[in-house]
């Protein structure tokens, strides 16, 4: 069934102005679920004044008031759980285990907003001079934008919203045209929480919209998740426009196998980091370096469990692995396994060209492990996005963080071992932002930082808990002076 895809703006939904951009696919059917407008000036200008006129008011709502909306928000996202999974498995096609765990992620930061009181207070302190304090508030910044990926329709967009918000900021989501179902579920319960009309606004659209939100002079601040070139793009408009920005761009995460890992839980973490959500997560792995003997054994027992994955319509029981989100991303990845092979690795598992029965307009594409990828080659350095597994061999672990450092992305890198030293060694030298030892999938929890390195992330302050707040307030420094000969005695 076709629906159609309004903008939020102002605290109703609207028709979009302009014309119809990109078809919203079921990835797994085919199904057409709508159409995408294809965005435009209009639209973004009414979002931005609704945010505007809204702005005043919202910040003067006291903290504690201002969360009592994200504690609603929180209720009625757990009563409208399994209905919002099932929206994102629908069009962006991961599994609903998977669709659940992205969105209890987003529910996180929607908890861990709830804490602005305590999280938004500046500090002081009383005679840096004689008679004289100085104290620090943070004061929100205005109208923020966020514009997302398709690769977790609901939970990127959560990384911004909520602490926006809180600070006492209004907001405007650009959600990724491929995938705007999700949020706008989320944005109807939003307005069911009561919360004034023009503090969240949903614009949805394409690179219309985004240059709108870039070069309007209002949008103070502008977060970004998508890919390395559009971020590199998006930072560097918006920073000429004068704006905060933070970009966070795309991957190629790396996992360092030892000898002494535990080669059964090793395979199983690293088939899961490999495959989940079909390669499509910004924290997974791509390629797995092994060490010295790790070499044969994991690539036997990867290869066995690659093969054995159930691959299928996300919504299905016991499937394991959906489909990629459009057919142009098969096309690619396809392309993608192609050049691996020409460029000297061994297709040990080759995903190209399956079907799962009765599901022919989907665009699948199976596990695949590449082996022997040379370090040097252009593979070893393209981000995939889709369930590829490349493994290089390394003579030892300087030579496995060589490798890694190498890379143009900072995005993630894990090690297996059970050797603490060596942990210790890989956490200390490797240049990624977010690291794991014996985790497949190294996602910060809501109250840390998502960080991000190199060719992942531009900027300073990251998403997610104290660094979103500190990118969403601006810190005015306060100087006082009350000399007692000035106040009338009491
Ligand atoms: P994308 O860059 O194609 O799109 C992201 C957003 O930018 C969408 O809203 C899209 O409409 C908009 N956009 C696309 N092209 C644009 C253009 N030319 N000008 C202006 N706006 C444009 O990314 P995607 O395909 O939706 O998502 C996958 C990418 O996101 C991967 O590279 C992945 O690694 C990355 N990602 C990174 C993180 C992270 O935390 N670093 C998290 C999730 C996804």
């Not at 294809?38 to 004044?49: I, L, M, N, P």
Request: aromatic fraction near 8%; include cysteine; hydrophobic fraction near 40%.
């Amino acid at each position: 069934m076709s629906t159609e895809i309004l903008n939020y703006i102002g605290g109703e939904w609207r028709r979009p102005l302009s014309g119809e951009g990109l078809e919203v696919i079921n990835p797994a059917t085919g199904d057409v679920l709508g159409h995408s407008p294809s965005g435009g000036q209009g639209d973004v200008e009414a979002a931005v004044q609704a945010a505007a006129a809204a702005y005043q008011d919202w910040r003067a709502v006291p903290p504690a008031e201002r969360i009592q909306y994200l504690f609603r928000l929180k209720h009625l996202l757990e009563e409208h759980f399994e209905e919002i999974a099932r929206i994102i498995t629908t069009e962006n096609g991961k599994t609903l285990a998977e669709a659940r765990g992205e969105l209890r992620r987003g529910v996180e930061n929607v908890e861990v907003a709830c804490g602005i009181p305590t999280l938004m207070q500046g500090y002081n302190l009383e005679d840096v001079a004689r008679g004289i304090d100085e104290l620090m508030f943070r004061q929100p910044l205005g109208v923020v934008a966020a514009i997302t990926p398709f690769n977790f329709p609901a939970m990127i967009p959560l990384w911004f919203l909520p602490y926006a918000i809180a600070c006492g900021n209004t907001f405007i989501l650009k959600p990724s045209d491929r995938v705007p179902l999700s949020m706008a579920r989320i944005v109807d319960l939003i307005g069911q929480t009561g919360l004034p009309a023009g503090v969240v606004n949903v614009v949805n659209g394409g690179k219309g919209a985004v240059d709108a939100l870039l070069d309007n002079p209002a949008v103070q601040a502008v977060s970004f998740v998508g890919s390395t070139p559009v971020a590199r793009y998006i930072y560097a408009r918006a920073s000429a426009n004068g704006k905060r920005v933070q970009c966070q761009g795309g991957a190629k995460n790396h996992v360092v196998v030892l000898p002494d890992a535990d080669p059964e839980t090793t395979t199983q973490i690293i088939a899961d980091s490999a495959y989940g959500c079909a390669g499509q997560r910004c924290l997974a792995v791509s390629v797995a370096v092994t060490v010295g003997d790790a070499r044969q054994w994991f690539r036997d027992s990867i290869t066995k469990t690659a093969a054995s994955l159930r691959v299928g319509d996300g919504l299905a029981d016991g499937v394991q692995m959906g489909p990629v989100i459009s057919h142009a991303s098969q096309r690619r990845i396809e392309s993608l396994i192609k050049a691996g092979t020409e460029q000297g690795a061994m297709a040990a598992v080759d995903g190209r060209g399956i079907a799962p029965s009765g599901l022919t307009h989907g665009s699948f594409v199976g596990p695949t492990v590449l082996d022997g990828v040379p370090a040097t080659s252009e593979l070893a350095e393209t981000e995939i996005f889709g369930p590829v597994l490349s493994l290089i061999h390394a003579a030892d672990i300087d030579e496995a963080i060589a490798i890694i450092s190498r890379n143009s992305y900072g995005n993630a890198s894990s090690i297996f071992t059970s050797s603490g030293a060596a942990a210790r060694k890989f956490r200390n030298q490797i240049p990624t932002g977010n690291v794991g030892v014996n985790i497949g999938v190294a996602a910060p929890m809501a109250y840390f930082p998502f960080s991000g390195w190199k060719g992942s992330f531009l900027g300073v302050l990251h998403a997610q808990g104290r660094d979103a707040v500190e990118f969403y307030t601006d810190k005015k420094v306060v100087i006082e002076r009350w000399p007692k000969e000035w106040s009338r005695k009491f």
